[in-house]
């Protein structure tokens, strides 16, 4: 009798044990999955000469980057879009490959947040509304992909799109100061379209 309590006890003790271990893995991950960077709103369309991307980052800004905006460091987001004819061999056609980013700086003199993107044509973007150079730095729209007429009418294609912070790079004694830049870095998946021209 008593090794069948002691074999329930045990039994016991181990679900216990491990219901505590699963909580304290699971729930971080749980909570970190919920934040992750991501792209949403993501469409194709062309003009009379090009294929266009559109898209749009959530949660890129988070209390610690914001804060690192705010005390004047420059930050980047850096967007990796890639076109490939596809085919049913082994390997796919690459069509185009672009790098592009788009840069904030926070001039607190003046109170006001400068924005650069390089997919757009134009002046340095300048507001006082940091919602409205976030805005700026995360939809990304009219990116030419590639000329039209470098698709065939009916072939199948691939686009592949990627959003990271690019690393901050401070001066040495800055890396004291401001050592938490390293823990709001963000790298998006590949988020991948299949389409036919």
Known sequence: MSKIIKGAVAKFLFSVLFFITASLFIAPVMAYAHDDASLSH???????????????VENAFTEKNTQAIEN?????????????????G???KKIASIKTNATIKYNSMKQ????ACTWKDGPLLITKSFDEAKTWMTEIDNLKVAPLDSLVKGDRYQIRIKAELEKVRLPLALHYVFFFV????????????NFIY
């Not at 823990?183 to 988020?191: A, S, V």
């Open 182 to 193: 390293s823990y709001w870095d963000f790298e998006t998946d590949w988020y991948v379209i």
């Open 42 to 56: 993501i469409k194709l369309a062309n003009t009379r000469d090009d294929l266009l991307a559109y898209f749009r």
């Open 112 to 115: 006001e947040y400068a924005v």
């Open 72 to 88: 004047g460091i420059s930050t980047s987001f850096t967007f990796y879009v890639t076109l490939y004819k596809t085919s049913s």
């Open 90 to 92: 082994l390997f796919d």
